[in-house]
């Protein structure tokens, strides 16, 4: 496992960079793939076919998908010259505690289907590199293994809204007792949306249980049950199944679970100014642009075009974070010096944890810190707070 990262990550991208050349000239190279189309190959072939096609997959034609990374080349960094950058300092706040890089684990359901310890693979890297766990609803370990693989790391909780309301209200309670400390609110999966690779091969991972931990784990889900799920699975499943979206959710739910929780409420999925506006309206803490991925919306607005609107109506009331295509530091860099506090990323992580479990998701992670941070002082600049839209300038 790659060693602890100390709290302030700030000249880490040199050590990192001559670590990894030191290696190669001693013939060790990379266990994981440092270019992504290659680490993206190399997940593809130790995973199934149905798995790979889970993970890299999205909604209809996969456009969105594919312009969320793109919409990276519509913006350029201007860097500046003969700055001292000796010491830096890459640590970010958010809601009362600060991390040590402005990057999280996005939450990524169903991770069995990449490795049998997907979900704790994914908590210990989390410890290890000192980047913040989003656990997913859809994990199949529960929460308080999760919450218990990290001991006392930072972690939030990714919830979706389902139609029974005790039921949501139990899972928060449980991420409340658990230590989470903040609370992601999913807003566009209300319904699954249409996923050509996946229909292609009649493949969806719940069905099977994988990734239902936490709704099996739930003393309210349980109740609703005539058998627990180790008698009757088929049936839990079949519940289950249907607890995961509420086609009716909307800005009043929210307002009903900000009202209820003591955690911040992050909001995903906010593309429109006005969802924005109205979300604030409804005691959201902070908000994330996202498209999920290119997951549910074939022809969506890449998410990153979609962040300066956002900013403009949100970005000096509340955090705004960023999710969607986010491959290099460079990414991260633009990303924040378009407004975003922090950046989530999910398919990368993923593939490392394809190809070496925690210590893949570890490497990816460290790899992508890094390269944040020779980018930050190739700018000229020492702290992310300084990546401002003077440095960020449309294409």
């Known amino acids: 496992m790659d060693s602890e990262m100390p709290d302030n990550y ?16 001693a013939g060790r190279l990379p266990r994981v793939p440092i270019v992504m189309d290659r680490l993206e190959a190399a997940a593809q072939a130790v995973l199934t076919p149905e798995a790979f096609d889970y993970v890299a997959g999205a909604a209809g034609g996969e ?29 970010v706040e958010l809601f009362g505690s600060t991390f040590a890089a402005p990057l999280l684990f996005a939450p990524v359901g169903a991770l069995e289907v990449v490795r049998p310890d997907g979900d704790l693979a994914v908590a210990r890297a989390s410890v290890a590199t000192a980047v913040p766990m989003v656990a997913s609803t859809l994990t199949t370990r529960s929460l308080e293994e999760i919450a218990a693989a990290m001991g006392t790391a930072p972690r939030w909780f990714q919830l979706y809204w389902g139609p029974d309301r ?11 007792k658990a ?29 099977g249980g994988i990734g239902l931990g936490n709704y ?17 699975l088929p049936a839990a499943v079949l ?53 999920h991925g290119g997951r549910q919306v074939d022809g969506s607005v890449p998410a990153l075009r979609a962040l300066p609107k956002v900013m403009e109506e949100a970005g000096q009331r509340i955090p705004v974070l960023y999710d969607g295509g986010i491959r290099h530091g460079a990414d991260i860099a633009k990303a924040i010096g378009l407004g975003a506090r922090a ?24 790899n992508l810190i890094a390269d944040f941070d020779l980018t930050l002082a190739l700018c000229g600049l020492t702290r992310p707070s300084e990546l401002t839209r003077d440095i960020v300038v449309p294409a």
């Open 10 to 25: 700030g000249g880490f991208g040199p050590s990192r960079q001559r670590s990894i050349y030191m290696d190669g000239l």
């Open 63 to 91: 456009r969105t998908a594919r312009h969320n990374v793109a919409e990276f080349d519509r913006w350029h960094l201007v860097p500046r010259m003969l700055r001292d950058v000796h010491e830096r300092d890459t640590r």
């Open 166 to 176: 005790d039921l949501n209200l139990s899972l928060v309670g449980r991420a409340e």
């Open 179 to 207: 230590g989470f400390s903040a609370l992601v609110v999913t807003l566009d999966t209300r319904i699954i949306g249409w996923r050509d690779r996946d229909l292609a091969r009649g493949y969806l991972p719940f069905l």
């Open 216 to 232: 099996f784990s739930d003393p309210v889900f349980r109740s609703r049950l005539a058998r627990p799920p180790d008698e009757d």
């Open 239 to 291: 519940r289950a199944t249907q607890m995961i979206g509420d086609p009716t959710f909307g800005w009043d739910d929210v307002r009903f679970l900000t009202e209820r929780t003591s955690l911040p409420v992050v909001v995903k999925g906010i593309l429109h100014p006005q969802d924005a506006v109205q979300a604030m309206e409804a005691g959201a803490n902070g908000l994330i642009v996202s498209n």
């Open 343 to 366: 950046v989530l990323f999910g398919r990368p992580y993923v593939w490392g944890l394809a190809v070496g479990g925690e210590d893949g998701v570890s490497a990816v992670a460290h």
